[in-house]
């Protein structure tokens, strides 16, 4: 929800953005990325203020990552994740939330250093989503986490992390940073959307379990998150509606939540 128009002019993140985006001849470069190479504007415009930032910037920065916002601009897939942990690691981007999609790039990425998700290439053949170590093994980490207590982020980060062989290009993982770190990275799904679910070893009671654990810290960040910045990276439907509910829940238990940039 967005904040009112005096709130949103106290935050330092939005006074820069409409300072810079009418400065001459931004908006028209922004907006080419934008339509030539699938840039998103408000990942720009976010990078240009992070850039101004100490790492000691003292203000909460809440980050929305979704992968699936268009073919060559999507967040992880696109190649951005190892922005998004240089910014992790300067203090700047203190938490992550993402669909199921973002885990599966996340994790290939991490594993062998590209994506198998070729929806053109493979669907008419009926082998698209059908790579076996993607779905065998993020099966087993959310399994093996949910008998640790663990929601799916903590569960898939502590996978990556901890088998340093298995994973060589893990230092660009989102899910193994926010680990290494001591971040939230939640993961929302929806059963059925990610190619995982095709497995004959993906578990929807670990799957289900792990998602609302990751509802829930996510509640939390965001009950605390006054005077921060929501940026939803993509997601038209999934991710804002839980957005949403985690700031009703939150003013339901009795936080403001009043000075929210989005």
């Not at 700047?92 to 290939?108: C, K, Q, R, S, Y």
Request: with cysteine; aromatic share 6%.
């Amino acid at each position: 929800t967005p904040a009112a128009p005096g709130r949103r002019k106290a935050n330092p993140f939005w006074r820069w953005s409409l300072r810079v985006y009418r400065a001459p001849g931004v908006q028209e470069a922004c907006l080419a990325l934008q339509d030539r190479c699938g840039a998103d504007v408000n990942l720009l415009l976010f990078c240009g203020w992070a850039k101004t930032r100490t790492a000691a910037a003292t203000s909460v920065v809440f980050i929305l990552v979704n992968s699936i916002s268009g073919l060559i601009g999507h967040v992880v897939k696109g190649g951005l994740g190892p922005l998004l942990v240089d910014l992790m690691e300067r203090g700047i981007v203190t938490a992550l939330a993402m669909n199921g999609a973002v885990i599966i790039h996340d994790f290939e990425l991490a594993f062998m250093g590209h994506t198998s998700e070729e929806v053109d290439a493979e669907i008419d053949s009926g082998r698209f989503g059908m790579a076996e170590e993607t779905g065998r093994m993020l099966n087993e980490a959310i399994t093996l986490g949910m008998k640790e207590g663990q929601g799916l982020g903590e569960s898939l980060g502590s996978y990556i992390h901890r088998r340093k062989q298995l994973f060589p290009h893990r230092a660009t993982s989102l899910l193994a940073t926010g680990f290494r770190l001591g971040l939230p990275v939640t993961v929302h799904v929806a059963v059925g959307t990610d190619i995982i679910h095709m497995h004959p070893s993906a578990d929807g009671a670990a799957i289900g379990a792990g998602s609302l654990l990751d509802f829930r810290r996510l509640a939390a960040v965001v009950s605390e998150m006054e005077g921060g910045v929501y940026l939803n990276l993509g997601s038209a439907v999934i991710l804002p509606e839980v957005f949403l509910k985690a700031v009703s829940l939150g003013r339901n238990l009795g936080h403001p939540l009043t000075n929210i940039t989005t």
